[in-house]
């Protein structure tokens, strides 16, 4: 936005501000405008716009007011914190180095204050009881997150420390403006009201030497019981209602849920630290149930990413390293960077991205490591990776088959390692819902590998999984009590017998057949894993940049028709431009593989292929469902005995045909269910489009 752009913010309630303040980044940009409004009635309140978002809301990672002048100011200045960024430049307009924090005493943990450690930092307080638990938040927070000690200035002493300093240092004390302007220090007193009063440099010196001088211990609320306060632990909760705490370590934010045991352990080893005892279990309990509830009551709602998420028009993908690092990507392209507004989760399992290349970044470095019979097939495993980062899903289920020597569990492995890397990379089958859950709560795709066939339970747990459902179970110790999970997740499953027999199942797939690999032309899994890692920067950049262009041409896109899984189709088609490809290349490629799809489903299905032979041979066919089930049985014994893939029962029969219906009318056999006669028999009727 240009300043003329910011100039003219104008909140569609509280109309137009009376006054900005730009708070920028390290580089100088603005990132978060400050505005304030005053009420007819006297007061006034602040009103945040974040740039990123174009929002009036305030992003959860918040830099430092004045930041460049901090930055560009010499290692041992001093800094003075003030409480609101008028009193900051008041202060600055007198040459010193000040900053403050947006949202005042209750968000003062969402700032970034990495820039003021080891500075020597002085905080001025407003005159009242927020004002004196801002600056307490504040110290505590440099003492116990960057080993800073902050002095906190006194305000109700403010006229002795002066005198006390000037008769310390012999200084001339005469000529202070504050024995030409005395003024009396009355609630919400700040450091304008001090300059506007008349106050100049030689006071402000003056109390600044008196806190340096002191030599006190570092400054801690009285209230704050050994460990963390508040000001390091921010505690939330999710929309589901699960505690949260945020910590600030090392320089960056982490995210645990409060239930955890690595959450527990951190408040043990944090007591050890602090006082070198070990705290009992009851005292730990005590302490993390303390957390929780103020989680549950008294903390914002956010919501939770497991390395995918979006916030506005953003989204932001977790790199995985140490220093939780995210990637931003928009309409506008993607960056890297340091303190994610997003707030993500992590499983013991996840691993770490590859570093995208910022430059060169091209998606065809990926064909020599993927073992594609064609270039239609090389577009469904890229459509596939496109599809896993679209915000909300529905995601289609990728099927890898083919024979021994195909390489699907290489080609699982290299595919996730772009989106989703964890170890391991892949899991055997679940064996039930929960399992599916438990594995959905941790990890953002899902594979499972060399399966050998798909349950009927689990193939429907999937297709709710990938395009969005919700499952319940009893929650733990409890008799009464339900967890509740909802989420979709794209899954990836390879087998060497063909996964996709269940049609509901093979409706939401990408089903893909790996050629054999010559013996002479298999790679050394050493020699080739070096190759990719040398590749991998730039294959991520470049499937980066696609998703970067799925966002910005997503809204513009139309679909002549609008396939099963119409919102992945859209996300791909959008991203279009970005991949080299023709308009309409990838539905084209979609259309072909979903047609092959059927054919699989209904030749893998006895029921399916039963009634289509009845059809090749007798044209059409008509009678009731016990007549159906003696014709095909009679007709066609090789395909019917089977009492697990051909139902015995007449309402499982139909349950089957039901499900089987939608890939043999896309191969035009149409089935249609009627009643007939008085008693309302129901007959059915087969017959070719």
């Not at 000001?231 to 409060?258: C, M, N, Q, S």
């Not at 090789?638 to 089957?656: C, H, I, M």
Request: charged fraction near 20%; glycine fraction near 8%.
């Amino acid at each position: 936005m240009t300043p003329s752009d910011i100039k003219a913010l104008r909140h569609h309630k509280a109309g137009t501000p009376t006054a900005q303040h730009s708070y920028r980044s390290a580089k100088g940009e603005v990132v978060l405008i400050a505005n304030r409004f005053d009420r007819t009635g006297g007061g006034k309140f602040f009103l945040p716009y974040t740039i990123d978002s174009q929002s009036w809301t305030a992003p959860d990672s918040r830099p430092l007011y004045r930041l460049p002048e901090l930055l560009a100011s010499k290692p041992d200045s001093i800094v003075i914190i003030t409480e609101g960024e008028k009193c900051a430049d008041a202060l600055a307009s007198l040459g010193y180095i000040t900053t403050t924090t947006f949202g005042g005493a209750s968000s003062a943990h969402k700032t970034d204050l990495s820039p003021v450690q080891g500075c020597r930092v002085v905080i001025w307080p407003d005159n009242d009881d927020p004002g004196r638990k801002y600056a307490d938040q504040i110290a505590t927070a440099l003492c116990t997150g960057f080993s800073t000690k902050a002095h906190i200035l006194q305000i109700a002493d403010f006229p002795v420390q002066i005198a006390e300093f000037h008769a310390t240092n012999g200084t001339d004390h005469n000529s202070a403006n504050i024995d030409e302007n005395p003024v009396e220090i009355c609630a919400g007193w700040d450091a304008a009201d001090a300059i506007s009063n008349g106050w100049g440099v030689a006071e402000i010196d003056a109390l600044i030497a008196h806190a340096l001088q002191a030599d006190e211990k570092p400054v801690l609320s009285n209230e704050v019981a050994p460990g963390r306060s508040l000001a390091d632990i921010e505690v939330w909760k999710t929309p589901d209602g699960e505690p949260y705490a945020t910590l600030r370590l090392d320089g960056h934010f982490e995210h645990w849920p409060i239930a955890s045991a690595a959450f527990k352990k951190f408040l043990s080893y944090q007591h050890y630290q602090d006082t070198g005892k070990m705290l009992s279990q009851s005292a730990l309990d005590d302490q993390r149930r303390t957390y929780e509830g103020q989680a549950l009551f008294d903390g914002e709602a956010h919501p939770v990413f497991n390395r995918i998420g979006t916030l506005g028009r953003t989204l932001y993908v977790d790199i995985g390293d140490v220093s939780w690092k995210a990637i931003a990507i928009n309409s506008e392209g993607w960056q890297v960077i340091d303190h994610p507004p997003a707030r993500f989760t992590r499983a013991r399992s996840m691993q770490p991205l590859a570093m995208p290349a910022m430059s060169g970044g091209d998606i065809n470095l990926l064909r020599p490591f993927l073992n594609t019979a064609n270039e239609a097939d090389f577009q469904m495993l890229i459509a596939w990776l496109i599809g896993c980062f679209h915000p909300k899903g529905p995601y289609p289920i990728l099927i890898l088959n083919g024979e021994q020597g195909s390489a699907k569990s290489t080609t699982a492995r290299v595919l996730r390692n772009l989106i989703d890397p964890a170890n391991p990379i892949a899991r055997s089958a679940p064996n039930s819902e929960q399992d599916l859950v438990i594995a959905a709560k941790h990890n953002h795709v899902l594979a499972f590998d060399n399966l050998s066939t798909i349950k009927p339970m689990m193939a429907d747990a999937f297709c709710r999984i990938a395009t969005g459902g919700g499952f319940g179970t009893r929650k733990l110790h409890t008799d009464s009590e339900e967890m509740l999970f909802s989420a979709t997740r794209p899954c990836l499953l390879n087998g060497i017998p063909d996964l996709a027999g269940r049609p509901d199942l093979a409706d939401r797939a990408i089903v893909v057949s790996l050629p054999v690999i010559a013996p002479t032309d298999r790679a050394f899994e050493g020699e080739f894993n070096k190759a990719l890692d040398a590749q991998m920067p730039l294959i991520l950049a470049g499937l980066l940049d696609a998703v970067s262009t799925a966002l910005e041409n997503l809204a513009t896109v139309r679909l002549a028709e609008r396939p099963r899984m119409a919102d992945f189709a859209k996300w791909v088609s959008a991203a279009e431009p970005a991949l080299g490809w023709t308009q309409g290349a990838f539905l084209a490629a979609y259309a072909a593989n979903r047609e092959s799809g059927d054919r699989m489903s209904v030749e893998g299905n006895p029921v399916g292929l039963a009634i289509l032979k009845l059809v090749q041979d007798d044209g059409r066919w008509s009678g009731t469902m016990t007549e159906l089930k003696t014709t095909l049985r009679n007709r066609y014994p090789l395909l019917t005995d089977d009492p697990y893939s051909f139902p015995r029962q007449e309402n499982k029969l139909s349950a089957a045909i039901r499900r089987i219906i939608p890939p043999l009318r896309r191969m035009r056999v149409v089935i249609s269910f009627d009643r007939s006669g008085h008693s309302g028999e129901r007959t059915l009727r087969i017959e070719r489009a």
